[in-house]
C-alpha cells in the first residue's frame, strides 16, 4: 500500500552528492523539525523529467519557498553522480538532489513503477509531497504517465 496522508515518512536513506563525494542521508533526521516538499521524477534526464518537471521547481523555488517550505528535495531511482550531474544541468544548487539508487526509499512508501516493459526498471511513480517534520500533510500522486498533480505550478497553487 502507498503512503498516505497522516503517515510518518519511513526509516530509510537516499544519497547527495557531498564536498568530499557521495553520502548518506538518514531520512529520520533530514525531515524532523522541517517542513519539506520532496518531488520525485521517475528517471533524471529523461524526457518529461527534464523539460518540464525540475526546471519548474527550479523557477517557483523562490515562491515555494515563500510559503514556509525549508528544504525542497527532488529524489528519482538514479545514482547520486546522475543526480549530482542532472542537478547541474538545470542550474537546480539550492534543490536537494536525492539519489534512490536501488529504489529502497521509493519502495518502502510504495510509490515504485515497474517500467520494466520499457527496459528502465523500477522506478518511482511522479509526485509531490508536503512533510512536516516527518509526517505526510500533502500528496499529489499522478497516475503512471502523467505529468499533472505533481508539477511545481500546481503544487504552489495548493501551498
Known sequence: MAIQVGDM????????MGQEGPENVDVTEFFSGKRVLMFAVPG??????????LPGYVVHYEAIKEKGIDEIVCLSVNDVFVMNAWGKANNAEYLVMAADGLAELTCSMGL??????AKMG?????YAMLVDNGIVQQLWLDEPGEYKVSSAEYVLSQL
Open 112 to 117: 515504485e513503477l515497474d517500467i520494466s516493459s
Open 122 to 126: 523500477i522506478r518511482s511513480r511522479r
Open 9 to 16: 515518512l519511513p526509516h530509510g536513506q537516499f544519497q547527495v
Open 44 to 53: 533524471a534526464f529523461t524526457p518529461t523529467c527534464s523539460a518540464s518537471h
